[in-house]
């Protein structure tokens, strides 16, 4: 007796996907094709071809986070379609924010009193934080200098010319001019002395590196700091200072508490850290914290009330996600102080318990830093070849059992030229 009955399309569930017409025709590659497919062979076809990129938890290149614990993939994918921008829909969204940048704020030792709320914004990343950071420096010095009938056409910012690019790419945008402190022979990052000699009336900032992306080292805010302080007293000028600590804002303050580099500092009015780097998060989070209201002038600051009652904005873009922001949140009450600074110090931990970088065999290796620590916990390899560099970061995994992609150690720095950026 037949107890089941198949319906007449019933081959459909059985079809092998390899063998479906959607895997025999070839796809237009630059245009939408015109017919629709199902889903599971989309599936399969985007999945296939993912397949060629690199695994990003061997991915030796960033310092950019790859793994999070599942409970908070799970928060991920339970907001992954929730719109940041749209704070009265998702108030809970904006409260963790504020949070966030409290907490940050805190950390770096922002003057902000215990019934008083911190001035910054989560961002897509450093990049973006910089940009704004940049922003309200140069509105600042041009109110100035129109108050003093001066000429406010010429701005300039000052840096070491290790930085990131993500500076360059705000003096071109913002048409504020980069001096660059040239870098020397065995040593490279910014000397403070030179920076503050190339300082002038036009000069919106001063901003140093508290982990340079070549090679890890913090430069001497706190020298920066003093020796800007006489200038300003000299000239009158006041020439504020910004730290870009897109890597080293969360590896100071648990390895190196005494060490002032943050809003200790007088001159220091902004900080950027990214979220998705020590901060322990997936790609998509920057912070940038200001020292207090005065420092971000009123008129960059949006209000928007479409979306219901008002509410403050002063990011570039509009809509983005939210995930990001749980995500660090999830990090900072899940860790607490105690574990970023455990999970910093292992991250930390060399072989010989000393040295600043972590020895990379190999024939054309060679490990050099100019300063001893304080500096980011990054193993540095530098090649005369480009070739030899991506042997390193795409097949060769330098991965030891010490190096816990959680602990973010598989930072890697790589330069393709001797002596240049790797000291
Ligand atoms: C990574 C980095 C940036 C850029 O940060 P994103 O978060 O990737 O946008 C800026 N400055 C420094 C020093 C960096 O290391």
Redesign the pocket.
């Known amino acids: 007796m037949v107890l089941t009955t198949t319906k007449s399309d019933s081959e459909a569930p059985l079809r092998s996907t390899f063998a479906s017409r959607y895997a025999r025709t070839s796809l237009p590659r630059f245009k939408i094709p015109t017919e629709a497919m199902p889903k599971d062979a989309a599936f399969q076809i985007v999945n296939d071809e993912l397949m060629l990129d690199g695994n990003p938890r061997l991915n030796l290149a960033s310092?950019v986070t790859t793994w999070m614990e599942p409970e908070c993939d799970k928060l991920i994918m339970a907001s992954i379609n929730k719109n940041y921008v749209d704070m009265d829909e998702y108030p809970v969204t904006t409260e963790l924010q504020n949070r966030c940048v409290n907490m940050i704020a805190h950390l770096f030792h922002a003057p902000v009193g215990d019934d008083e709320k911190a001035i910054g914004v989560g961002t897509v990343?450093?990049?973006?934080a910089?940009m704004l950071a940049g922003l309200a420096f140069k509105r600042k010095w041009q109110a100035k200098r129109k108050a003093q009938c001066k000429p406010c056409d010429r701005p300039n910012i000052v840096t070491g010319a290790n930085v990131?690019v993500?500076w360059e790419k705000f003096a071109r945008y913002f048409e504020v001019e980069l001096k660059e402190v040239k870098l020397s022979e065995g040593c490279y990052i910014m000397d403070p002395a030179k920076a503050v000699e190339m300082v002038d009336e036009n000069t919106i900032c001063i901003a140093a590196?508290l982990?340079?992306?070549l090679t890890g080292e913090f430069e001497d805010v706190k020298l920066l700091n003093e020796l800007l302080m006489k200038k300003n007293k000299e000239t009158g000028w006041d020439t504020p200072i910004h730290v870009?600590a897109?890597?080293g804002g969360f590896i100071a303050p648990f390895l190196w508490p005494e060490l002032e580099w943050d809003f200790r500092l007088p001159l220091v009015k902004s900080i950027n850290v990214?979220g998705?780097?020590y901060g322990l998060v997936y790609a998509g989070v920057?912070w940038i914290v200001w020292r207090s209201k005065d420092d971000l002038p009123e008129e960059l600051v949006f209000h928007i009330n479409y979306l219901g009652c008002d509410q403050p904005t002063f990011t570039l873009n509009f809509s983005k996600g939210s995930f990001q922001i749980i995500a660090q949140y999830y990090q900072f009450i899940r860790l607490g102080f105690e574990w970023m600074l455990k999970s910093v110090k292992i991250g930390s931990a060399r072989e010989d318990g000393q040295k600043s970088c972590f020895k990379i065999e190999g024939e054309q290796s060679q490990n050099r830093r100019c300063s001893p620590p304080p500096a980011l916990p990054v193993p540095i390899w530098a090649s005369r070849t480009s070739t030899a560099v991506g042997d390193v970061i795409t097949r060769k995994p330098y991965v030891t059992e010490k190096q816990v992609a959680y602990l973010r150690t598989e930072v890697f720095r790589l330069k393709t030229e001797w002596g240049v950026g790797c000291c």
């Open positions: 310092f990343g450093s990049s973006e910089i990131q993500c590196i982990g340079s992306t870009d897109a890597s990214s998705h780097k920057g």
